[in-house]
């Protein structure tokens, strides 16, 4: 047995988790890109990008890794204080969060998950393309304008994001476009309408006064979710089959 005040080693691969006052960081069963990329972001804000330039010049991320950055160009912090729970109508429990730089091969799995006709739906176009430039910018935001929520369920040290709702800012100061995907054996469980609800919320917090999307009329799930919402709708339909929709928040 270990007498009292012995030292302990573990070899970095056994390492779970790392806790700093700025986070937690999950290593466990991730690459060494993923694993950077955690440390970074659980480090002091003012030694981020340094370490960030440090981790490009040995080739640990790609060349052209990014930080969330504000508009005033610092760090953009996690807005931990979002973080939440919920309990679906399966009986299953996900986490609500904002998303992070670390979500990109998760979010990446969820896009190509979806069949051809789903991505019509969300993208208006037959997407297939979702490398890393596609998708580097929705995990690197600016969480004071614009924010990403994902659903991410986690069994057996299994994490997975199984859906997303966003809002970013326009060209307009008060108002912000929103958007919905969610993996196809996870609709129906009410995660869409608890996303846009809390979002709804958020927004609001970040002084937004009105909601805008657009939406194809074959989309009819997600044409229930906006008319469930309690919302009184704005809309405008356009060519090709696609409606504008807004709503004030208030």
């Known amino acids: 047995y270990l007498q009292p005040g012995s030292g302990v080693v573990i070899t970095r ?5 790392v806790v700093t006052e700025w986070g937690i960081a999950y ?11 955690e440390m970074i972001n659980i480090a002091h804000p003012d030694f981020r ?37 919920l309990n679906l109508k399966n009986g299953k429990t996900i986490k609500i969060r904002p998303v992070k730089p670390t979500d990109e091969r998760m979010i990446q799995e969820l896009h190509y ?5 789903d991505r019509y739906l969300r993208f208006f176009a037959p997407m297939k393309d979702f ?3 596609k998708i580097q910018p929705m995990v690197n935001i600016d969480y004071s304008t614009d924010m990403i929520l994902v659903g991410e369920f986690s ?8 859906g997303l709702g966003a809002f970013f800012k326009t060209g307009q100061p008060s108002i912000a476009e929103i958007a919905f995907v969610v993996h196809k054996d996870w609709r129906g469980l009410g995660i869409a309408k608890f996303l846009l609800k809390y979002l709804s919320q958020i927004g609001k917090e970040l002084n937004y006064r009105t ?28 060519e090709g089959g696609v409606t504008i929709f807004a709503f004030d928040l208030s």
């Open 13 to 17: 691969g056994d390492i779970h988790y």
């Open 27 to 37: 290593l466990y069963g991730k690459s060494i890109r993923e694993r950077v990329l």
């Open 49 to 85: 990008e340094e370490l960030l330039e440090h981790a490009k010049k040995w080739k640990y991320v790609y060349s052209d890794q990014k930080l969330p950055v504000s508009i005033d160009g610092r760090i953009s912090i996690y807005p931990e204080k979002y973080e939440t729970f």
């Open 113 to 117: 998950s979806l069949d051809e006709q």
């Open 131 to 133: 490398r890393h430039k």
């Open 155 to 162: 069994e057996r040290g299994e994490d997975q994001i199984i």
């Open 211 to 238: 909601f805008t999307g657009s939406i194809l009329l074959e989309n009819k799930p997600m044409i229930h979710i906006i008319n469930s919402s309690g919302y009184l709708l704005k809309l405008k339909r356009i």
